[in-house]
């Protein structure tokens, strides 16, 4: 089992900044990339960056990039996602998630944190 768990939500003006954190614990070696997701009220869950352990390698949705940047600390087994320039379209509860290097999909998922981004 893998156990990720989110904080570092709140409210925030847009144009403002938010950084996310994630930590897991548990099986860490089971993990071979971490994800951020959202879902806005009445939409579906959506893609936000990923980040792989091993390499560092980045992925952003179109929606983000060049706004949002993940990194990770592996002593500490932290994933973070450092939210600039935001939007009240990124108002969203935001979800940590974990991926096994043999699935095609995250498998553990934290509880989530609230975003909100007022105009």
């Known amino acids: 089992q893998v156990q990720p768990v989110e904080s570092g939500g709140g409210l925030v003006e847009a144009g403002g900044s938010l950084r996310l954190s994630c930590v897991v614990s548990?099986?860490?070696?089971?993990?071979?990339?971490m994800g951020w997701f959202r879902q806005a009220p009445g939409k579906e869950r959506e893609f936000v960056a990923a980040?792989?352990?091993?390499?560092?390698?980045?992925t952003y949705a179109d929606s983000v990039k060049g706004r949002f940047t993940i990194s990770r600390d592996n002593a500490k087994n932290t994933v973070n996602l450092q939210m600039d320039s935001l939007k009240p379209e990124d108002t969203a509860v935001y979800y940590c998630?974990?991926?096994?290097?043999?699935?095609?999909?995250?498998?553990?998922w934290g509880q989530g944190t609230q975003v909100t981004v007022s105009s």
């Open positions: 548990g099986r860490t070696s089971n993990s071979y990339q």
């Open positions: 980040i792989t352990w091993s390499t560092g390698r980045t």
């Open positions: 998630a974990s991926r096994s290097m043999y699935l095609s999909r995250y498998d553990y």
